[in-house]
């Protein structure tokens, strides 16, 4: 008789064990937006750099299969915007029916062009678009500027130093070279962080 | 001999039989689920936020502030090219172009919990966008210098006087740049009057992390 | 969501709390196998008792199971457990030294506590064995450090080295199992019968 009562228990676990694999699978949701693992999906564009579309593309002849979104807020928007530009604020791009929207441009192989007041405000969104996997991404490479209340895009350069720094600094420094303190170089030993891992072992 | 007592005597003698069996189908059913994509790195919701947020910018003035204290737990990185961070940078800043950021050798510096690692370039987009693509894959401790090179210049190496009408906090922070300035290097200096050092923001570590076992 | 503790949802405070549970645990389960007699663990060489390697076989079947189910699920990641370095020939050293250290002292290092802990005397010498090994080790490890930090293979897995999806993997080791299980017993019922 004791063996029989071993086998409840054998039986009762064992159905436990598949009740909470069968729930836990029929309660799952799949993850609506996912990350592609790829590292270098959005390395690769900023290296090239082929991810800037500038003012003078708008005139091209690729400028028919453009399509524009704007990415700042609905009341900047309200106050001057392009033409076509349809406007999704950043934090709501993963809204559903914002997504529906530009895969709906992916599919019909427009470019998607994003800008906001200055390429950095729509850098956010271009790489969050980028690295989900949408693909024909771009970002305009301009500021917006009104004049005269009135909309306009301006040239904008990324990265363009307003002072020649060491010429400056050099100027700057000459005939008091004391003043400089040459302080030595932190030498920074660093080890690579494990990646976060639960250890253990037997 | 109850009817129950067979049921379980024909358990008995398969109950291995039925374990193995389960054993084989939850492997079985393993292969056959449907697989889907899964999210690398952080949440799109939670980078969004993280995007949004200015948190991750830091002053040229707080910045400063550190170097001139040697902070030790200040790290500047600078994202320019190699050319650009041998003629200029700033006092002991570690060069990791914007093309190597995810290279197994910048690693070590950008995902660790030991520095706050301030990330500049010329302007600050670069910087923003290291910072981005370091950011979706869950490092910490990262901050964006705020106008980056450009600011620096502008406002601690060659700081604009400030008119006789502003406010006393405006004249306070211009005799702060310029002391800045001097310590940097600049002779051209007119006042040396020192301002109250700024407070530092402390900034809670992280506790190591252990957990070794062994049987 | 998990692992747990590196991703902050317990404190790592917890950390040995939470080891010393596990822990008790296991004891647990190592003495209620038996695995404290070291005529059970010895009798895996001579054939008789297959317990231990039903035992250690199941717990790692069930384990990738459970783990994989997990993964899929989303509330653990698998990249994120750790996975302890392949070092291939200071790993075949130091297997056959514990191998020979199994058979004489028919003890693991788990159930030599397990053991001494319900008083038995052998299991408390080879507990002493034990540290006087550590112990050399320790003094002899300028010298063996080369072999020890030889052939480095980094944090691989099976499933990395020969490039197969973990689930099939699995699943064929699943049935690997249940053959080996069911081929001990044939094995077992072959070989005379040990009392004790």
């Not at chain 1, 693909?135 to 990265?159: M, P, V």
């Not at chain 2, 700081?159 to 922070?173: G, R």
Request: overall charge positive; charged content about 25%.
């Amino acid at each position: 008789m004791k063996e029989l009562e071993k086998t409840n228990r054998i039986s009762f676990s064992a159905v436990i064990i598949i009740l909470v694999v069968l729930i836990g699978v029929l309660s799952f949701q799949k993850p609506n937006n996912v990350f592609k693992k790829d590292k270098n999906l959005t390395l690769k564009p900023i290296i090239n750099r082929d991810f800037l579309i500038k003012i003078k593309d708008l005139d091209s002849a690729r400028a028919k299969q453009m399509a524009f979104i704007d990415v700042r807020n609905g009341f900047e928007y309200s106050k001057g915007h392009l033409k076509n530009a349809k406007n999704i604020y950043t934090a709501d791009l993963l809204e559903s029916e914002n997504k529906q929207y530009i895969s709906d441009l992916e599919e019909n192989e427009k470019t998607i062009v994003l800008y906001g007041s200055n390429p950095a405000e729509a850098s956010g969104a271009w790489m969050l678009l980028t690295q989900m996997g949408y693909k024909n991404i771009k970002l305009l490479c301009a500021k917006i500027q009104y004049i005269d209340n009135k909309f306009s895009l301006g040239e904008f350069t990324i990265e363009k130093p307003i002072y020649d720094y060491a010429a400056f600094m050099k100027k700057a420094t000459s005939g008091k070279t004391a003043a400089k303190k040459v302080i030595k170089k932190k030498v920074i030993k660093l080890t690579k962080k494990k990646k976060k891992v639960a250890e253990g072992g037997c | 001999m109850s009817k129950t007592y067979k049921v379980k005597k024909v358990i008995v003698k398969t109950e291995y039989k039925v374990l193995a069996a389960l054993l084989i189908i939850l492997a079985g059913g393993l292969v056959l689920l449907p697989k889907y994509e899964k999210n690398s790195g952080i949440k799109p919701e939670i980078f969004l936020k993280n995007v949004i947020s200015t948190e991750r910018y830091v002053t040229t003035d707080l910045i400063a502030d550190k170097i001139i204290k040697q902070d030790p737990n200040l790290l500047l990185i600078d994202v320019r090219k190699k050319e650009d961070y041998d003629s200029f940078s700033l006092p002991n800043a570690v060069n990791i172009p914007l093309a190597e950021v995810l290279s197994s050798d910048s690693e070590a510096y950008l995902n660790q919990d030991a520095f706050d690692v301030v990330l500049f370039s010329n302007d600050q987009c670069y910087a923003d966008q290291a910072w981005k693509l370091c950011n979706r894959l869950g490092y910490k401790h990262l901050y964006v210098l705020k106008g980056g090179l450009n600011e620096w210049f502008s406002t601690i190496i060659n700081p604009k006087e400030p008119k006789v009408t502003d406010s006393e906090l405006a004249f306070k922070q211009y005799n702060f740049r310029k002391a800045a300035a001097m310590y940097f290097g600049v002779g051209n200096a007119t006042t040396t009057t020192k301002v109250k050092p700024k407070k530092v923001i402390k900034l809670t570590k992280k506790k190591k992390k252990v957990a070794e076992g062994g049987c | 969501m998990g692992p747990l503790i590196p991703n902050g949802v317990i404190p790592p405070e917890w950390n040995f709390v939470i080891a010393i549970l596990i822990g008790i645990v296991f004891g647990f389960s190592l003495e209620a196998s038996g695995f404290s007699s070291s005529r059970k663990i010895a009798g895996v060489f001579y054939g008789y008792d297959f317990a231990v390697l039903k035992v250690f076989f199941t717990a790692a079947l069930v384990a990738m199971i459970g783990v994989y189910y997990m993964d899929y699920l989303e509330l653990v990641n698998v990249e994120e457990l750790f996975v302890l370095p392949t070092y291939t020939w200071s790993a075949i050293v130091g297997g056959i030294f514990m191998g020979f250290g199994f058979v004489v002292a028919g003890f693991c290092p788990g159930t030599t506590l397990c053991a001494a802990a319900i008083g038995k005397i052998d299991a408390m010498a080879t507990m002493v064995g034990i540290f006087i090994g550590i112990f050399m080790f320790s003094e002899l490890y300028d010298f063996i450090e080369p072999l020890f930090d030889s052939s480095y293979l980094g944090r691989i897995t099976i499933t990395d080295s020969l490039n197969i999806s973990p689930y099939w993997f699995i699943f064929l080791f699943a049935i690997l199992a249940v053959i080996t299980f069911y081929v001990v017993d044939v094995i077992r019922k072959r070989v005379k019968k040990v009392f004790y």
